[in-house]
């Protein structure tokens, strides 16, 4: 029973350190980034892939080179132009910068958020963003959690790579303000049930981020999600019957939470649990209380 009870937590463990990965941002003031990641995440076909936005005066632009095409804000104009492609040699002027970003940010998609990529989050998540304040949301919906093999689509907010090194590192932490699991009880004499205080806690880990974005220090985001954890833990579920133990599916974990962050001088003097590097692309994990470099 140890050895089933046991891996069930590590499960609830790995499934919860994906499920309520921290929220890195890019600048939220750069109204090119919206347009580009909306563009990205809505034409993927013709926009393959997140690109690192390049500044060649008067040009903030992305690149891609698998189709050939630009996309790019004249900041000089205002104006979204695109090059190549479908649209040849000729530069078109698609739309005024502060038409699209009205556009984009009342159209409710996951896309409407320059904070983040989220081209590959679950469906159901939705993003919206208000000046320095980003909200996600289930809409009071639980939908499927990621699979935690996959960490490739797991992430709740991908972090877009900077252009250049900004030299600010961010500390981000988030806070549980309310929460709740229900498919799983416990009645083992002397022990409370441990999984919901297990996710709340994996929840609050506290990330550090290299080479953030000029504004990073300055943003909020709110979350209120709703996750359905039967199909990602069906795994360390097929070990039951446990004694003391029962799984009634569907198995849900609710939580609203905040993060916030602060400009700390290094990222490997603090207490964060991961470190990036936005610029690079570099990824720390603590262990034994050192960080340990992930290999890509």
Not at 87 to 116: F, K, P, R
Not at 179 to 193: E, K, M, Q, V
Request: proline share 5%.
């Amino acid at each position: 029973m140890k050895q089933h009870l046991k891996k069930l937590i590590q499960s609830i463990c790995a499934l919860a350190l994906i499920v309520h990965t921290h929220l890195i941002f890019a600048d939220t003031t750069a109204d090119a980034e919206t347009v580009f990641n909306w563009a990205e995440n809505s034409f993927p076909e013709v926009l393959p892939g997140h690109k690192a936005t390049q500044n060649i005066n008067p040009w903030l632009f992305r690149f891609y080179p698998e189709t050939g095409v630009y996309v790019g804000v004249n900041i000089t104009d205002n104006n979204v132009y695109v090059l190549g492609g479908p649209w040849g040699n000729n530069v078109t002027v698609v739309e005024t910068l502060s038409n699209m970003v009205n556009l984009i940010q009342n159209s409710g998609g996951n896309s409407s958020v320059s904070a983040c990529n989220t081209a590959n989050v679950p469906d159901g998540i939705i993003y919206s963003q208000s000046g320095n304040v980003v909200t996600v949301t289930t809409n009071g919906q639980c939908i499927l959690a990621p699979d935690i093999t996959d960490s490739a689509n797991s992430n709740i907010c991908v972090i877009p790579q900077q252009p250049t090194a900004t030299g600010i590192s961010t500390l981000s932490s988030n806070t549980i303000t309310s929460s709740s699991l229900s498919g799983i009880t416990t009645t083992i004499p002397g022990l409370p049930n441990p999984f919901q205080g297990i996710i709340d806690s994996t929840a609050s880990v506290k990330h550090c981020t290299i080479n953030a974005a000029v504004d990073t220090a300055n943003l909020i985001v709110n979350s209120d999600i709703c996750l359905d954890l039967t199909e990602a833990l069906a795994g360390a579920l097929s070990q039951f019957p446990i004694e003391g133990i029962q799984v009634t599916p569907p198995i849900e974990y609710a939580s609203t939470g905040t993060y916030t962050s602060q400009i700390v001088p290094d990222c490997f003097a603090t207490d964060a649990t991961t470190v990036t590097d936005a610029f690079t692309g570099e990824t720390w994990i603590k262990q034994n209380g050192n960080f340990i470099q992930v290999t890509n």
